[in-house]
């Protein structure tokens, strides 16, 4: 079956404009995670979304980033006003959650943000 | 602060013998332990867990091991394959509903020669 699927693989915008990235989780997985991964550094959770729970946002470095989750489906991660330190690979993850917080993630191959 | 640390960025092994791939954590809250592996182009792939209750678990060629008071973790794959080349990286998180919060180490580039 499909895996999760980020869009776009590469994305490239000047310091100061806004970018959405886009996760297409694997079909039935009701948790969607969203990390990055700085140059030379661990992934680093942002937030996740579980059911119809509210998002946990503790991860997400500032208020210039917010993310939606559609329909328990896509999920949108938005940056405003990037700065140049938001450059970093973003990753996705979904899981299916039947077991609970532990089950296993399944990872996008995730978006390259590069902010000139 | 860096809370997972694979102190090694790199590890290179003959076809045949062991890899061991190392990562220490600082939060003693962390009861939660995982290894991921990653391709080039693609997301990281689950490889094993541990939960803090145990000191080992072995999934095939893959075994990991918990030592809880050095707060350190590792990896041994045996025999190494050269289709295990690729990134390493060990996650943790703590408990309850933060266990998908995973914080994750900066990784290990496993090369393992024919």
């Known amino acids: 079956g499909a895996g999760v699927s980020q869009s776009p693989s590469n994305k490239v915008t000047e310091k100061g404009k806004d970018v959405e990235l886009r996760c297409d989780p694997i079909?039935?997985?009701?948790?969607l995670y969203w990390y990055r991964q700085s140059l030379g550094q661990g992934l680093e959770f942002l937030i996740y979304?579980?059911?119809?729970?509210?998002?946990?946002k503790s991860g997400l470095p500032s208020d210039r980033f917010s993310a939606e989750r559609t329909g328990g489906s896509v999920s949108t991660l938005t940056i405003q006003r990037t700065q140049q330190e938001d450059s970093a690979v973003y990753l996705c993850?979904?899981?299916?959650?039947?077991?609970?917080?532990?089950?296993?993630?399944?990872f996008g191959p995730g978006t390259r943000l590069t902010v000139l | 602060d860096q809370q997972v640390k694979q102190n090694s960025p790199s590890l290179s092994v003959q076809e045949g013998r062991i890899s061991i791939l190392n990562c220490d954590y600082t939060?003693?809250?962390?009861?939660?332990f995982l290894w991921y592996k990653k391709y080039p182009a693609e997301g990281p792939t689950f490889l094993i867990s541990i939960s803090s209750i145990k000191d080992k678990n072995e999934d095939g060629r893959f075994t990991v091991f918990l030592n809880k008071s050095a707060k350190h973790l590792s990896l041994h794959i045996v025999p190494s394959q050269p289709g295990d080349s690729a990134v390493y990286f060990c996650?943790?998180?703590?408990?309850?509903?933060?266990?998908?919060?995973?914080?994750f180490g900066q990784g290990t580039i496993l090369t393992v020669h024919p």
């Open positions: 079909s039935g997985h009701t948790a």
């Open positions: 979304f579980q059911g119809n729970s509210a998002p946990d």
């Open positions: 993850a979904s899981s299916p959650y039947e077991r609970g917080p532990t089950d296993t993630q399944y």
């Open positions: 939060n003693s809250m962390f009861d939660y």
């Open positions: 996650a943790a998180s703590r408990g309850g509903t933060s266990y998908g919060k995973l914080t």
